[in-house]
């Protein structure tokens, strides 16, 4: 299985899923999220940028951090009903 094809096949059901997967993949695979997230304009005049890499996040937003942590809630409450789902159908088949 694909992330594309899970994706496309949780989206069915859940359409707020395609967003959160396209905001969110970002971070997991390297790319601009990464880059435009470590980096900050330090002088207009001088036309500067400022990047950093640590294990500290200092230009992510507390906002940014809580739809994320709400993004993986969700998600994981959703894998957790299928796997309810998954497990009661098994019993009543035993």
Same mark, same amino acid.
């Given at each position: ?5 899970? !994706?496309?096949?949780a989206t069915?059901?859940?359409?707020? #899923?395609?967003?959160? $997967?396209?905001?969110?993949?970002? %971070?997991?695979? %390297?790319?601009? !999220?990464?880059?435009?997230?470590? &980096? &900050? ?5 001088e036309r500067? @940028?400022?990047? %950093? #890499?640590?294990? =500290?996040?200092?230009?992510?937003? $507390?906002?940014?951090?809580i739809e994320?942590? #709400?993004?993986?809630?969700? =998600?994981?409450? @959703? #894998?957790?009903?299928?796997? $309810? ?6 019993? =009543?088949?035993?």
């Amino acid at each position: 299985m694909t992330d594309a094809y899970l !994706k496309k096949k949780a989206t069915a059901e859940f359409s707020w #899923i395609e967003n959160v $997967y396209n905001e969110t993949s970002g %971070f997991v695979h %390297f790319s601009n !999220k990464h880059i435009m997230n470590a &980096t &900050t304009l330090s002088s207009e005049k001088e036309r500067t @940028l400022r990047t %950093f #890499i640590g294990k =500290i996040d200092n230009n992510v937003s $507390y906002q940014s951090k809580i739809e994320a942590v #709400i993004g993986m809630i969700e =998600i994981s409450n @959703l #894998i957790s009903s299928r796997v $309810y789902g998954w497990i009661a159908t098994k019993r =009543i088949e035993g």
